[in-house]
Structure formats: structure tokens, C-alpha cells
């Protein structure tokens, strides 16, 4: 049975210090029974605190990270090192500072990519990839989403054909809500095969949608963002107002 927790801490740079620091302890963890660890990384302005705070810890001197794999939970399907891109912003803040495998940092594909502006195409690159090991998905150990001010997760909005699938691990997604209106997610389904599913979010936009989706409205994704056995609510006290 699947466990859901909430953690609030007074502001967004503790929350991204505390989930930095979480985050290195569950590498550490995993690397330790497994000799390795999978983690699906997420898009947004916490996300990019979080990767820049955990640049700044000196316990990330205990991961061994060429033996750490690293998805993401969605991409704007935008060229490679577009600054929009997640992957790009993510290199930014720390990825490129870290003893990396590159064999195993699975970005998304660009849209100037193999598959050209071909973002079904690039999707099916993408579960092609996740299946590599023999399994539909990787065994994900953390996978962290950011929530929109619209209860969006990955690239999974609200009343958006693609919120709805059932099957399939990645969808290409068009007429995103949210700039770019071209995007590859992570569906549902897959997001809830990961052992846990942190969801992270700071500041009074987010108030609603985190209050919602913690109190169960199930119009909004972030309220089926769910993991196998926890699911982390990591907010800072203002995303964390309406929670009741
Ligand atoms: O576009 C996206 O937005 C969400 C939320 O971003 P934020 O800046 O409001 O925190 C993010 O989780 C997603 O990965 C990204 O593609």
C-alpha cells in the first residue's frame, strides 16, 4: 500500500535545500543495495533550485555518479540547448559540473533530433529507450515532478487527451496550455511505476493546484501522481497554504 506524505518547510531555498539533500541520501541508499540508482529528473523553476542546491552540498561527493541513470519526466520538444529545453536547463544548473556516464543521462530527443520535428517519432525514441533493458520501464527509484499553477505534472495537463492514457509509457503532446505548445512526456502509467514520486513545489501560485490535487481532485494529474510505495509532497509554506 502505497504511502503519502506531506513535508512543508518555510521557503522555496529550504525546500530546494531539503529535497537536494534527500535526494543525495536516496542515491546513496540505492547505490548501496544496488550499486547503482534511477532517477527521473523534472522540469520548472524548483527543479532548477533543487539541482543548483545539490551542486552546492558536499555530501553529493558520496554518490558514485557514472553508475547513476537520469530520465526525465518530460521535455519541450524545442532544438538541443535551447534554453528552455529541461535537459538544457538541467545541464545548466549542475548536470555538467558531475562525473557523469553519458550513456546513461537520457535526455529526450531535441527537435532538431533524429527525428527531426517528428515528436511522435521522438516519443517512440524515447520508450524504445526506456525498454533497452528488457522491461517496458527502468525501475525508478525517485521520480520528481514539478506542479503547475493548472495542476500539471510532466507535460500532462488538465483536460488534455494525453492525461488520459492508460497504456504506453511516452506520448508526444500538441497544443500544450502551457508554452511550447510542442512537448514528450512520461504518461501516467509510467510515472506511477516508480518506486517514489516526489512532488515539489514552491510559492502562492501554487496554492490552489497543491491544495486541490493534495485534497484529491482528481481534474488535475498531480492528484494521480502517485508511486509504489511513497508519495513525497515536498512543498515550501506558501504552495503549502490550502493544504488542509
Ligand atoms: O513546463 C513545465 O512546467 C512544469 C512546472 O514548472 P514550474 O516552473 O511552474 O515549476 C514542470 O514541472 C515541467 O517539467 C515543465 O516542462
Redesign the pocket.
Known amino acids: 500500500m502505497s504511502k503519502t506524505l506531506v513535508v512543508v518547510v518555510p521557503d522555496a531555498d529550504t525546500l530546494a535545500a531539503t529535497v537536494a539533500s534527500r535526494l543525495i541520501a536516496k542515491i546513496v541508499d540505492a547505490q548501496a543495495e544496488r550499486g547503482s540508482a534511477s532517477v527521473v529528473l523534472?522540469?520548472?523553476?524548483?527543479?532548477?533550485r533543487v539541482l543548483a542546491a545539490l551542486g552546492d552540498l558536499p555530501e553529493a561527493a558520496a554518490i558514485n555518479w557514472s553508475r547513476v541513470d537520469l530520465w526525465?519526466?518530460?521535455?519541450?520538444f524545442l532544438p538541443a540547448g535551447d534554453p528552455e529545453r529541461?535537459e538544457t536547463q538541467a545541464r545548466e544548473a549542475v548536470l555538467d559540473t558531475l562525473a557523469l556516464d553519458p550513456a546513461r543521462v537520457h535526455a529526450m530527443p531535441a527537435s532538431d533530433g533524429p527525428d527531426g520535428d517528428d515528436a511522435e517519432a521522438a516519443a517512440a525514441r524515447y520508450a524504445a529507450e526506456l525498454r533497452a533493458g528488457g522491461t517496458d520501464l527502468p525501475a525508478f527509484d525517485v521520480l520528481m515532478?514539478?506542479?503547475?499553477?493548472d495542476g500539471?505534472?510532466?507535460?500532462l495537463f488538465p483536460g488534455h487527451p494525453v492525461f488520459d492514457l492508460t497504456a504506453g509509457t511516452t506520448s508526444a503532446v500538441h497544443d500544450?496550455p502551457?508554452?511550447p505548445p510542442t512537448?514528450v512526456?512520461l504518461t501516467l502509467p509510467a510515472i506511477q511505476s516508480a518506486d517514489e514520486v516526489w512532488l515539489?513545489?514552491?510559492?502562492p501560485?501554487?496554492t490552489d493546484s497543491v491544495g486541490r490535487a493534495v485534497g484529491g481532485d482528481k481534474a488535475l494529474p498531480a492528484a494521480h501522481a502517485t508511486g509504489v510505495s511513497k508519495t513525497y509532497w515536498l512543498l515550501d509554506s506558501a504552495a503549502a497554504a490550502s493544504v488542509a
Not at 523534472?42 to 532548477?48: D, E, N, S
Not at 515539489?200 to 510559492?203: L, P
Open positions: 523534472t522540469g520548472g523553476r524548483i527543479a532548477k526525465w519526466g518530460d521535455e519541450r529541461n515532478l514539478g506542479v503547475g499553477e500539471h505534472v510532466a507535460s500544450s502551457k508554452p512537448r512526456t515539489i513545489a514552491a510559492g501560485d501554487k
